[in-house]
């Protein structure tokens, strides 16, 4: 019988009853587990379903001697998963795109409406008594939105602006995708132009060298006064000081973010980016939780899970990023 | 000539331009007008087109010897025009019906994400320096809404949650209507079924004598405790003693809404009715703003002006709501 690891206290319990009715034992440690510990649970597994906060370490995969599969819960295994020490020691890595593809393309919506229509900062003035008369804002019907990365979420992002806010979407990839344009309706534009054109950018990149940042004072200054930035990326993707130079000379209108620079948040007045004490009518913020609903969660554990019978079933999986762990397998 | 008053500072020059180019001589007194200055300025006007917040009440529409038309910019013209009045004297008056759709329907899916999403709670607490963590929420996609009232602005926001959102969407009206439910792919369910099904339930009616209130005590229990409320209809559509109930208790999950019982809305401490001093993650409000966007105040303003042209050029506008004023006609 083999055995596996699941970390973590989100995953829901009929994932798990799923596993032992698929003929594994399953081990489900909900606590926060230390290195230490890892190696510890680790030891005689066969596979490692990764949906806690831990990292799987260089020296916990060294010491884990039966382990074949780490299957890791979300899109950015890189910075959970000693992926090369995995593929040393012919251990495969999955991961589960596309789960969280809906609640990311929503929560992006939710974040641009709040800041153009002021959501947010209206509720915060009349809750703290003060009043809250914004003048005139704009519908996203009729004017242009400009998407940074069209990968699965980009594209969700595109296909909703377009078909239900009637919104022209023009978007910027490394490699242009003409059948995505002409699925979605929508146009391919340098950088720079869409960062003249558009009225609201949304970034959807990975994070990479060239992305780290992306954005900078020289991209922002070409953007519209009237425009707002929506940054569901990672914070990382834009250049701190230089956003905050545009937002406080108003130079482009608002900017809103899934996720900050330094996580857990600081404090406002500890905040060395300055961002977190501008005014909700120019910069709002969430911790990274875009991806952290119930479907996103249902759908991962659903993919991992999926991973773990398939390539126990059948040698292999779909979704394993280190193609190359199969040159160092033992067995 | 004719001559036209147009009241208020928030209607574009392009239309006074227009108004002046089909031959008549415009008058825009942009400040606040009291009841005598709106009688002195009434004094030789053919008509009025009704912009700003004066009310054009039975002693203004009395004295105004020449007036033949009042075009209300706005939807509800109830509260501003006194129509019985005007009808007596043989005044026709319209309002611009449709032009706020797009704005008040993308505010509608901005306050649903704001607050399932817990967008303005996180912003909130962080902006604060609190911590902000929220737990899962859940996607729109795959669940379902329940829209109360289908006309123009409910129909659109049905057509965005299931085109763009993937939800499930039923609605409760005074008389159902097949063909939209076909075009949309929603269907109708009575009021209580809707309650007891829906997700996220979404109020558009008009503001009528059955429907102050139309959601009280007994409305609020049927609702799923997960459930939210959003309100960009009227405030007083909803029985505030019960809601408060309802969000203490958490017999509801939440609750949005664009306008407020009182307007301009008090101080928290000074709410009779005790909604804005509850939590983000339960309470979020605007002001009544949901149609102040430059395309619903363009759109209406092109509406009024229009049927001010097709009144003087045709003896008539499609947009008259006292058809009856025709009897009382001298001329």
């Known amino acids: 019988m083999k ?7 989100d995953i829901d319990e009929s994932y798990l009853s799923r596993l032992r009715d698929a003929g594994f034992e399953v081990h489900n440690p909900t606590q926060d587990l230390t290195e230490d510990e890892l190696i510890e649970e680790l030891r005689g597994k066969h596979t490692y379903l990764l949906g806690g906060l831990e990292r799987a370490t260089a020296g916990a995969l060294e010491s884990a001697d039966e382990l074949e599969l780490v299957a890791f819960l979300g899109v950015g295994y890189e910075s959970f998963v000693a ?3 995995a593929t040393r020691r012919g251990i495969a890595v999955t991961n589960t795109p596309g789960a969280m593809v809906t609640s990311v393309a929503e929560m992006t919506i939710g974040l641009m409406l709040s800041l ?7 509720n915060g003035r009349l809750k703290q008594g003060l009043e809250a008369s914004p003048g005139k804002s704009s519908d996203l019907r009729g004017r242009t939105a400009g998407i940074v990365g069209l990968g699965a979420i980009g594209a969700q992002v595109a296909r909703i602006l377009t078909t239900a806010f009637g ?4 978007y910027f990839s490394r490699t242009p995708k003409p059948q995505l ?3 979605l309706g929508i146009s391919y534009a340098p950088l ?13 990149v990975p994070t990479t060298a060239e992305t780290t940042p992306l954005i900078g004072d020289k991209e922002l200054v070409r953007m519209k006064e009237t425009a707002i930035l929506v940054n569901t990326a990672r914070a990382e993707v834009v250049e701190p000081g230089a956003l905050r130079k545009a937002l406080e000379s108003r130079s482009i209108a608002g900017a809103a973010y899934d996720g900050y620079y330094i996580e857990p948040l600081p404090s406002p007045k500890d905040d060395p980016h ?3 004490s501008l005014a909700d009518d120019v910069f709002i913020v969430t911790p990274h939780v875009a991806s952290l609903t119930h479907g996103s969660w249902n759908g991962m554990s ?5 991973s773990i019978e398939s390539f126990f079933a059948n040698g292999t999986s779909d979704r394993i990023v280190n193609p190359d762990y199969t040159q160092h397998r033992a067995k």
């Open 302 to 306: 659903e993919l991992a899970v999926e």
């Open 274 to 276: 300055g961002l977190l």
């Open 181 to 183: 344009e002409s699925d």
């Open 192 to 204: 720079d132009e869409l960062l003249r054109s558009a009225d609201v950018i949304s970034l959807h």
């Open 83 to 85: 992926t090369d020490v």
């Open 167 to 170: 919104m022209n979407v023009i």
């Open 116 to 122: 153009t229509r002021k959501i947010t900062w209206m």
């Open 3 to 9: 055995s596996v690891l699941v970390t973590g206290s």
